[in-house]
């Protein structure tokens, strides 16, 4: 158990639906990083938030969006979803915002887009 | 961000050493070299991470070339549960960021 933990488990849902992902980073950890990991394209870094704050960003569609709250949780929303968002969808937390410290992963949510 | 190279799979036995290689040619001067692994159904784990020097942990060893223009991540004594994707990773010292860019890894399938 990392002590990330990431509701729900498993969505499914249709295309052009929303739906939000949830993230509780382990206690006392700031940075909150989000992954995709699909069968064509590998795991993926979607975007990172610091103490509330977007730190970078990297493959993440403008249908996506995501935030951190003062509580530290974040949110991972997916609009107008497709056939293609299906995927698992990983939290990961750490200390810092950089290179220090090792991420800790949560156990993903299992999206399918029918 | 600097590429890592790993082969796609790998075998061992259980209770035997196993060494996984990974090129990094391109390593700049302040690239950490980072191992995560992907259980079967679980999210990645941290395993082990180094600089220049050969580094240990409980879970296994990481051996860094001179160069650094390689690294091989090594478990002194395969379990079952060791089979899982390993992924080497370059984190960049000057980055301002903690992401990870993960590659293909090395699928290390265990044989009893």
């Known amino acids: 158990d990392s002590g990330v933990t990431q509701t729900p488990k498993h969505l499914i849902t249709a295309t052009g639906q929303r739906v939000t992902l949830r993230c509780s980073p382990r206690s006392g950890d700031l940075s909150v990083y989000w992954y995709q990991q699909s069968l064509d394209q590998g795991l993926q870094f979607l975007i990172q938030y610091y103490n509330g704050e977007e730190r970078a960003k990297g493959n993440i569609l403008e249908r996506f969006s995501a935030q951190q709250f003062p509580d530290l949780h974040s949110e991972l929303n997916l609009s107008s979803l497709e056939l293609g968002d299906s995927a698992l969808y990983f939290c990961a937390s750490s200390v810092f915002w950089g290179l220090g410290g090792e991420q800790f992963f949560g156990p993903g949510t299992r999206l399918t887009v029918l | 961000d600097a590429k890592t190279t790993q082969p796609n799979s790998m075998e061992s036995n259980e209770e035997e050493p196993v060494h996984l290689p990974c090129n990094h040619s391109?390593?700049?001067?302040?690239?950490?070299i980072h191992w995560y692994r992907q259980l079967p159904s679980q999210g990645p784990e941290y395993v082990i991470h180094g600089l220049t020097s050969n580094v240990n942990n409980r879970m296994a060893s990481l051996a860094i070339a001179e160069d650094r223009k390689s690294s091989t991540l090594i478990l002194h004594r395969a379990t079952l549960r060791d089979a899982a994707v390993y992924y080497c990773?370059?984190?960049?010292?000057?980055?301002?960021?903690?992401?990870?860019?993960f590659g293909q890894g090395t699928t290390l399938q265990v044989k009893p």
């Open positions: 990773i370059l984190r960049g010292g000057s980055s301002n960021t903690g992401k990870l860019i």
């Open positions: 391109t390593i700049s001067g302040t690239d950490y």
